[in-house]
Every structure is written in structure tokens, then in C-alpha cells.
């Protein structure tokens, strides 16, 4: 049977925040903004519950969380949501980074298209932007800076901690796209400066199709983001829409369960990373590892076997382990990835090139079992 590491694409939801969800479907029927009878009242309650358990996990206030459809949706009106403000004050600058995700970038191109400057910083060949290399790119006119925390393909750890502080500075609003770390760098998100802040319920075992914007208040007021969707005044008219109580409900109970037990899964995460690399000495392949090491998240392993093509080997030993060369949301077309390409890595390394991702719940010795299997693999294929 084959062994799943493509947590970074989507993880497995956690069978208690699953039955949390199905009690909700059965007992929590009402409209959570109805407020003339109980079921939407109780409906409400679950909901309240909810961001009290996100906003515990990231150390904010539960009137900072918004909650959305994922961080897709979250991302864009952090980004489009700014547009109003963006005229009054002729700010009309962005910076972000090449190697964010699709849901920034793409979003980036649109405002592009309509008369805002978009700056893409590349990272060098560890996987990492440098803080100067942002800060440099900052003007009188610089309305946001959007930089992920970690990248979803190489699993490196930006320097958003340093770039917070640098931009709080500078009264300069800050996003940070936390998809891949929500739930892991937990003590590390709780000191982070920033404005804005998005995640996706999904990747850290909850259910897919919900997670959250973050709106940082500061002198009691948050950053100026207007809805970019018209309808009702749910979540303060910053997401209109009926809220979807159950999926609300397996975010919140997810985010409590990683606030439980993130210290351990960091352990487990990194027993098995070790345990991945030393199959990978062992089998005498040629490999490289992509992204610097020392500032990578624990769950996530990017490497290139040289002389073996990534896209051939995922095919041919896709009955050992379910594993990705790139990002999901590029996923249906091939094409090199934009990442690697951006650290300027070479076109047969990038070619060569698997991401590998765990979480909690994958079993260490079903993954080295696995993983040799795929190996003998791309060694038959390069003989």
C-alpha cells in the first residue's frame, strides 16, 4: 500500500476534529447569524468557540479572526481588499516574493494589470529571500509587503521575524501567508509583527474548504481591508456569506488539537526527516537536498536524485509513495517549477526534483519501508 507525503498539498483530517464536525452537521442546524430563536444561537456559540481556538493558537485576540474558505481566498482580500486605501493614499506599491504561492502571486499580476507596482524579490539558492533584498525594495509609495512563512514546496523558513520588525518601523502593512506553519512554528507565529495573516484549515488536519484571515489590531484598529465580495455583513463584512458551522468548527478544533500537540509532532516530524535521509544515504544514490537546512520546517524534504526524472519516477512507483514535484495548484500541467527555477537552480536538478511531506500521523517505519521501495525504483531507471 502506498505511503502519503503530500501533507504540504493537503493533509488527512484528524478523526477527532472529523467527529466534532459530524456532531456539528447533526446538533448545529441553524443559521449562525439568525438571532431570533436558538438554533441559530447555538449555531453562533459553535462558531465563537471556534475563533477562540484559532485565536489561542496564534496568540491573538478572537475579534482579530475572519474566517474564510481557505487561504486562497484569504490571501486575496488581504491583497485586493486593500484597494479603497490604497487610492486615498496614493500608495500604489507592493512587494512580495517570487516564490509565494499562487494565491499571491496570481493576485499580485492582477493588481499589476490595474496600475499598481509589484516588485517580485527572488530568493538566492538556499530558498530563502534576504531581508535587505525586501527592505531595499521599499519606497515612500510601498502600500504592503506579502511574504509567506514557509514555502510550500521547499519547506524553507522565510525571515519574517526580522522583516516584521523592520516594516513595524516603517509603518509599512505586512502580510504573511502562514499556510504551511500554522500549527507548527507555533511559538514562533505568536512573536511575529505583522498586520495580516492567512492559513488554510486543511493543512493542519482539519477540513478543507475553511481557514482563516487574521486582522491585527493596533490602537484598536485593524488594518484598513474592505470585503471584496458583496452580500450580507457575516464576519463583519469582511467575508459575506451563510458561515459554514461545521467546517468552522473542525478548523477551531483542529487549531486546538496542533496547540496540544505541537511540541510533539515537531519531534515525530524530525525523527522521521533523519530517518529519510539516512535511507537516502543508504541507497546509494546521487542526491541533493533543495533549501537550506537550517532553516527548514521539520516535515518537509525537497531532492533532487540526479540522472532520474521526478516526473517518471512518481509515475512508476506511485504504488510505494504518493509524493509531488511542485506545488498542487500547479499540479494538473507539468512545468518546471517556479520555485526551484527561482533559486537558480539548473534545469536538470530542478527536472530531478521530489517533495517529500509528512505531519503527525504518518507511521515512520511504513514511510522508510516505502520510501526504499521508490528508490530501487530510480535506480532501475538509471541503469
Same mark, same amino acid.
Request: net charge neutral; proline share 2%.
Given at each position: 500500500?502506498?505511503?502519503?507525503?503530500?501533507?504540504?498539498?493537503?493533509?488527512?483530517?484528524?478523526q477527532?476534529?472529523?467527529?466534532?464536525?459530524?456532531?456539528?452537521?447533526?446538533?448545529?442546524?441553524?443559521?449562525?447569524?439568525?438571532?431570533?430563536?436558538?438554533?441559530?444561537?447555538?449555531?453562533?456559540?459553535?462558531?465563537? /468557540?471556534?475563533?477562540?481556538q484559532?485565536?489561542?493558537?496564534?496568540?491573538?485576540?478572537?475579534?482579530?479572526?475572519?474566517?474564510?474558505?481557505?487561504?486562497?481566498?484569504?490571501?486575496?482580500?488581504?491583497?485586493?481588499?486593500?484597494k479603497?486605501?490604497?487610492?486615498?493614499?496614493?500608495?500604489?506599491?507592493?512587494?512580495?516574493?517570487?516564490i509565494?504561492?499562487k494565491?499571491v502571486?496570481?493576485?499580485?499580476?492582477?493588481?499589476?494589470?490595474?496600475?499598481?507596482?509589484?516588485?517580485?524579490?527572488?530568493?538566492?539558492?538556499?530558498?530563502?529571500?534576504?531581508?535587505e533584498?525586501?527592505?531595499?525594495?521599499v519606497?515612500?509609495?510601498?502600500?504592503?509587503?506579502?511574504?509567506?512563512?514557509?514555502?510550500?514546496?521547499? !519547506?524553507?523558513?522565510?525571515?519574517?521575524?526580522?522583516?516584521?520588525?523592520?516594516?513595524?518601523?516603517?509603518?509599512?502593512?505586512?502580510?504573511?501567508?502562514?499556510?504551511?506553519?500554522?500549527? +507548527?512554528?507555533?511559538?514562533?507565529?505568536?512573536?511575529? /509583527?505583522?498586520?495580516?495573516?492567512?492559513?488554510?484549515?486543511?493543512?493542519?488536519?482539519?477540513?478543507?474548504?475553511?481557514?482563516?484571515?487574521?486582522?491585527?489590531?493596533?490602537?484598536? +484598529?485593524?488594518?484598513?481591508? /474592505?470585503g471584496?465580495?458583496?452580500?450580507?455583513?457575516?464576519?463583519?463584512?469582511?467575508r459575506?456569506?451563510?458561515?459554514?458551522?461545521?467546517?468552522?468548527?473542525?478548523?477551531? +478544533?483542529?487549531?486546538?488539537?496542533a496547540?496540544?500537540?505541537?511540541?510533539?509532532n515537531?519531534?515525530?516530524?524530525?525523527?522521521? /526527516?533523519?530517518?529519510?535521509?539516512?535511507?537516502?544515504?543508504?541507497?546509494?544514490?546521487?542526491?541533493?537536498?533543495?533549501? +537550506?537546512?537550517?532553516?527548514?520546517?521539520?516535515?518537509?524534504?525537497?531532492?533532487a536524485?540526479?540522472?532520474?526524472?521526478?516526473?517518471?519516477?512518481?509515475?512508476?512507483?506511485?504504488?510505494?509513495?504518493?509524493?509531488?514535484?511542485?506545488?498542487?495548484?500547479?499540479?494538473?500541467?507539468?512545468?518546471?517549477?517556479?520555485?526551484?527555477?527561482?533559486?537558480?537552480?539548473?534545469?536538470?536538478?530542478?527536472?530531478?526534483?521530489?517533495?517529500?511531506?509528512? !505531519?503527525?500521523?504518518?507511521?515512520?517505519?511504513?514511510?522508510?519501508?516505502?520510501?526504499?521501495?521508490?528508490?530501487?525504483?530510480?535506480?532501475?531507471?538509471?541503469?
Amino acid at each position: 500500500m502506498s505511503v502519503y507525503l503530500d501533507y504540504n498539498a493537503s493533509a488527512p483530517i484528524d478523526q477527532r476534529v472529523l467527529d466534532e464536525m459530524i456532531l456539528a452537521y447533526q446538533n448545529k442546524s441553524g443559521n449562525a447569524d439568525s438571532r431570533t430563536h436558538s438554533f441559530g444561537e447555538n449555531a453562533r456559540s459553535a462558531v465563537e /468557540k471556534a475563533r477562540k481556538q484559532v485565536a489561542s493558537l496564534l496568540g491573538v485576540s478572537s475579534n482579530e479572526v475572519f474566517f474564510t474558505s481557505g487561504a486562497t481566498e484569504s490571501n486575496n482580500i488581504a491583497l485586493q481588499g486593500l484597494k479603497e486605501y490604497a487610492e486615498k493614499t496614493g500608495k500604489k506599491h507592493i512587494i512580495t516574493t517570487s516564490i509565494e504561492h499562487k494565491a499571491v502571486l496570481e493576485t499580485a499580476k492582477y493588481m499589476e494589470l490595474n496600475g499598481y507596482q509589484v516588485d517580485f524579490v527572488d530568493p538566492n539558492e538556499s530558498g530563502r529571500v534576504s531581508v535587505e533584498s525586501v527592505l531595499d525594495k521599499v519606497r515612500e509609495d510601498t502600500l504592503l509587503v506579502s511574504v509567506m512563512h514557509v514555502n510550500n514546496e521547499t !519547506g524553507v523558513i522565510q525571515p519574517v521575524l526580522e522583516l516584521g520588525e523592520e516594516l513595524q518601523k516603517r509603518s509599512i502593512l505586512f502580510h504573511i501567508d502562514a499556510t504551511q506553519s500554522c500549527g +507548527k512554528l507555533v511559538d514562533e507565529i505568536r512573536n511575529l /509583527k505583522y498586520d495580516m495573516l492567512s492559513f488554510s484549515a486543511h493543512k493542519l488536519m482539519g477540513p478543507q474548504g475553511v481557514g482563516a484571515l487574521i486582522l491585527k489590531r493596533k490602537s484598536y +484598529k485593524r488594518p484598513p481591508v /474592505k470585503g471584496i465580495m458583496y452580500g450580507g455583513q457575516q464576519e463583519q463584512g469582511i467575508r459575506p456569506g451563510t458561515i459554514p458551522v461545521a467546517l468552522v468548527v473542525g478548523c477551531g +478544533k483542529a487549531c486546538e488539537i496542533a496547540e496540544q500537540e505541537y511540541k510533539d509532532n515537531e519531534m515525530h516530524s524530525l525523527q522521521i /526527516k533523519q530517518a529519510i535521509l539516512s535511507v537516502l544515504e543508504e541507497s546509494g544514490l546521487k542526491y541533493q537536498v533543495n533549501g +537550506k537546512q537550517d532553516v527548514c520546517i521539520s516535515s518537509t524534504l525537497n531532492i533532487a536524485i540526479e540522472g532520474v526524472s521526478s516526473e517518471a519516477l512518481m509515475i512508476s512507483s506511485k504504488q510505494y509513495c504518493g509524493v509531488s514535484n511542485g506545488s498542487a495548484c500547479t499540479s494538473s500541467n507539468y512545468s518546471p517549477s517556479y520555485v526551484l527555477v527561482a533559486m537558480g537552480l539548473d534545469v536538470s536538478r530542478i527536472e530531478s526534483s521530489l517533495r517529500l511531506s509528512w !505531519g503527525a500521523k504518518s507511521d515512520l517505519n511504513e514511510i522508510v519501508d516505502n520510501l526504499k521501495k521508490m528508490l530501487n525504483v530510480a535506480k532501475m531507471m538509471k541503469n
